[in-house]
């Protein structure tokens, strides 16, 4: 009798580990809820040539950091940029890369390391704003 409690208590106990872990995935990136920050640099292109002009901004607000301010970069006319913006997933925008009107550009999300790291762009209109 104690051997087929004892075979029961293993099957219980590894259904229970198993259902514990089955949540920790990646499905999903975790929220960041650091004040760490990191500073990234790099080249923004529009369909392979740097841009000249421009911003582009680097936004950590989550749920968990829903106060945290975005921080932006002007763009240097050899399509250079360097911000510093919190650790963790950052949607990433541009403005004012284009001369010409009614383009606009697919928000990005990137996650931010510790420390000094490169990230580069090269852009490709998405569907023209309309209203503007």
Same mark, same amino acid.
């Given at each position: *009798?104690? +051997? $087929?409690?004892?075979r029961? /208590?293993?099957a219980? &106990?590894?259904?229970? /580990? /198993? !259902?514990?872990f089955? =949540?920790?995935g990646?499905?999903?990136?975790? *929220?960041?809820s650091?004040?760490?920050? =990191?500073?990234?640099s790099g #080249?923004v292109k529009?369909?392979?040539?740097? #841009?000249?002009?421009?911003s582009?901004h680097?936004?950590? &607000? &989550?749920?968990?950091?829903?106060?945290?301010?975005a921080?932006?970069a002007?763009i240097?006319?050899?399509?250079?940029? !360097?911000? &510093?913006? /919190?650790?963790?997933?950052?949607?990433?925008?541009?403005?004012?890369?284009?001369?010409? $009107?009614?383009?606009?550009f697919?928000? #990005?999300?990137?996650d931010?390391?510790s420390?000094?790291?490169?990230?580069d +762009?090269?852009? *490709?209109?998405t569907?023209? $704003? $309309? =209203?503007?």
């Amino acid at each position: *009798m104690s +051997f $087929r409690v004892d075979r029961k /208590l293993r099957a219980w &106990s590894l259904v229970a /580990l /198993l !259902t514990a872990f089955a =949540g920790c995935g990646d499905l999903a990136p975790a *929220m960041s809820s650091s004040t760490e920050e =990191g500073t990234v640099s790099g #080249v923004v292109k529009l369909e392979g040539k740097p #841009v000249t002009q421009g911003s582009v901004h680097f936004d950590p &607000s &989550s749920n968990v950091r829903k106060g945290a301010q975005a921080r932006t970069a002007t763009i240097g006319k050899d399509g250079t940029y !360097t911000v &510093s913006t /919190l650790v963790g997933q950052n949607r990433v925008r541009f403005s004012d890369v284009s001369s010409k $009107r009614n383009v606009s550009f697919e928000e #990005v999300g990137r996650d931010i390391q510790s420390g000094s790291q490169a990230l580069d +762009f090269d852009l *490709m209109p998405t569907q023209p $704003r $309309r =209203g503007r």
